[in-house]
């Protein structure tokens, strides 16, 4: 049993030494409301609504920021908490266009409000966040009266410039949550605070508009906005809360594997939130995969095959297609051998669907022509070790661009002080977070490994004889007139590896010709198998990783069995009642040279 303990509504808690109340209240079950709180940010205790008594306090504290202590007895629903969070919220409704039914609701005045934010709106709906406002929750829970308030007209146009997002100042708490989740939680920094007084509010670019702005429309502060003034442009008023069905699914794009929560109607993708708490993404979405969703029912998708017939593509059944690809491939294979057919498939594919082509070229046509371009196996360890990590090396990883997500938990740790060396041939964003940016040759980012690594071996590092002698050659001179980086950037990378401390390696599809080349740094540092080490892979696609492990790779087998090796063959062999070809088969880039009629 914990030694710190405090008391919360008569129960006996445990807590740990840097745990707000509002913490252990929530590990506990315990009801406390908040506005601005968002986890994994600095608490700023803004709202008020999470109020609390602490017996011999001289006031009320916001629990949310608040240290638990000692001893201390903690009262959440008392009289003098229930009348300050129905102040506080009687407040924030008379603030603006906030046109729930919970204040006022006999009043001409308030019909007459009504009228006049329907137009504003331009929409006879009830409000965009109808049912799904924490404001009107929170109100109608504490039977808040508004009667004798002054309310408080918003003069603020609301901001639809921009296709995705609708920004709507009249019905903003000024809560902080979006600009929390904008600089804190992804890190893009488009988004602040201004002006003062009773002119303050949320404001992007000097007061512009989010397109106008380093807004990269992920979306992040329309998840957290509590209330109606961040809303989902495609969605508004076209779905309530109560009419979605919700499916959780994996993003489709790139290969960080965000869990997703589709909210549907009438059989139809609506809207698309970020499941929270879940790995790997932990709530976060980038504009692909919350915004990236109309393709699922779109018209222009092809239903049945296509065929071509005198030149021109027509509809087919499946067995006129079936039949046509089975005969060409038979006609191929009798005439030109097994050898002069490849299989090239995306890693957008399912892990069955890889698995079953694989085992179709090899077992059915009888070669080990398989490649799946952009895809890579890596030892990847989990994605939040990217935000924990105190040293981390990224090659050849436009990471914001390419998998944004992944890039979060990059930029958070830069935020927090760890280590970073960005290798790139590009100016990429995530280079300006970087302590080392070596901005390089392209195709040369295995020189500069190789030379680091001969850099690690001169000063002390043990490492296998075959990796000694293939960097012997890799002096400082050569490797910096090769890359075109000065030596000082090369020894100051150097310097940040060589520590104890294990140091994350990540690298991007572009760089995966190169992975040998990674793991034999990550071996000479001992960051092998480690937390917060590992070579780790970033696809553009996303199952870049399940193709590899499917086996579709000219060399391997499911599982990265060789296939040269007999005793992994026959395992397969016998599992699948075939005699498997022994020779390692075609690369994509083979392929596309042995194409007829290309130089390439």
Not at 176 to 195: L, T
Not at 505 to 525: D, H, I, N, P
């Amino acid at each position: 049993m914990s030694e710190h303990t405090l008391t919360i509504d008569g129960r006996h808690l445990p807590f740990t030494p840097g745990e707000t109340i509002l913490e252990v209240a929530r590990r506990n079950g315990i009801f406390i409301p908040t506005l601005c709180y968002l986890k994994g940010t600095t608490p700023t205790g803004a709202c008020r609504v999470c109020l609390v008594e602490i017996e011999g306090a001289r006031a009320l504290a916001p629990s949310c920021s608040a240290p638990a202590g000692d001893n201390m007895v903690v009262h959440t629903n008392s009289p003098a908490v229930k009348e300050a969070r129905q102040t506080v919220l009687a407040l924030l409704l008379q603030s603006g266009n906030h046109n729930c039914a919970v204040a006022e609701k006999a009043s001409d005045d308030w019909t007459q409000f009504q009228r006049q934010v329907a137009n504003y709106d331009q929409s006879m709906e009830l409000c965009p966040a109808h049912s799904a406002c924490k404001l009107q929750a929170y109100a109608y829970r504490y039977q808040v009266d508004t009667a004798g308030l002054v309310r408080s007209m918003a003069d603020y146009p609301m901001e639809t410039a921009s296709p995705l997002i609708v920004r709507d100042a009249s019905r903003c708490i000024l809560c902080g949550r979006c600009v929390e989740a904008c600089n804190s939680i992804q890190v893009n920094n488009a988004i602040s605070h201004g002006f003062r007084g009773a002119q303050a509010r949320i404001v992007a670019m000097g007061d512009g508009s989010l397109d106008r702005s380093e807004c990269v429309f992920c979306g992040q502060c329309i998840q957290a906005c509590p209330v109606g003034a961040l809303v989902e442009k495609k969605s508004r008023y076209k779905i309530r809360p109560w009419e979605a069905r919700h499916v959780r699914t994996t993003c489709y794009y790139c290969g960080v594997g965000c869990q997703l929560d589709l909210h549907i109607k009438n059989d139809t993708i609506m809207k698309v939130s970020a499941v929270e708490a879940a790995e790997p993404n932990h709530g976060r979405l980038c504009v692909k995969g919350r915004f990236g969703y109309d393709f699922v029912q779109s018209p222009e998708r092809l239903t049945r095959p296509m065929i071509r017939k005198d030149g021109e593509l027509r509809g087919a059944s499946w067995d006129e297609a079936l039949d046509l690809i089975a005969s060409k491939i038979k006609t191929v294979k009798e005439k030109e051998g097994p050898e002069a057919i490849a299989a090239i498939c995306s890693a957008k594919s399912t892990n069955e669907a890889l698995y079953t082509l694989q085992k179709l070229f090899r077992v059915g046509i009888g070669t080990n022509n398989l490649a799946s371009p952009f895809a890579a196996g890596g030892l990847n360890n989990p994605l939040f070790e990217l935000e924990e990590a105190q040293r981390m090396i990224l090659i050849g990883s436009d990471i914001t661009e390419e998998n944004p997500v992944a890039g979060t938990f990059v930029k958070r740790a830069s935020k927090s002080g760890a280590q970073l060396i960005v290798v790139d041939s590009r100016p990429t964003k995530i280079g300006t977070f970087a302590n080392t940016h070596l901005l390089l040759k392209e195709g040369t980012e295995s020189v500069l490994i190789n030379g680091i690594i001969h850099q690690l071996i001169k000063r002390g590092r043990k490492s296998p004889e075959d990796i000694q002698e293939n960097t012997q050659s890799y002096d400082l001179e050569h490797v910096a007139e090769t890359t075109g980086l000065g030596a000082d950037d090369i020894l100051a990378a150097v310097d940040i590896l060589d520590t104890e401390e294990p140091a994350m390696l990540v690298y991007g599809s572009k760089v995966a010709s190169f992975a040998r080349t990674f793991v034999a740094l990550q071996e000479v540092l001992d960051n092998l198998g480690k937390p917060y080490g590992g070579v780790n892979y970033l696809g553009d696609l996303n199952n870049s990783q399940g193709a590899c492990d499917m086996g579709v790779l000219p060399g391997f087998l499911p599982g990265y069995a060789p296939v040269e090796d007999e005793k992994s063959r026959k395992a397969f062999e016998s599992a699948w009642s075939a005699t498997l070809n022994p020779e390692p088969g075609l690369g994509f880039s083979e392929m596309i040279h042995n194409l007829s009629g290309t130089d390439a």
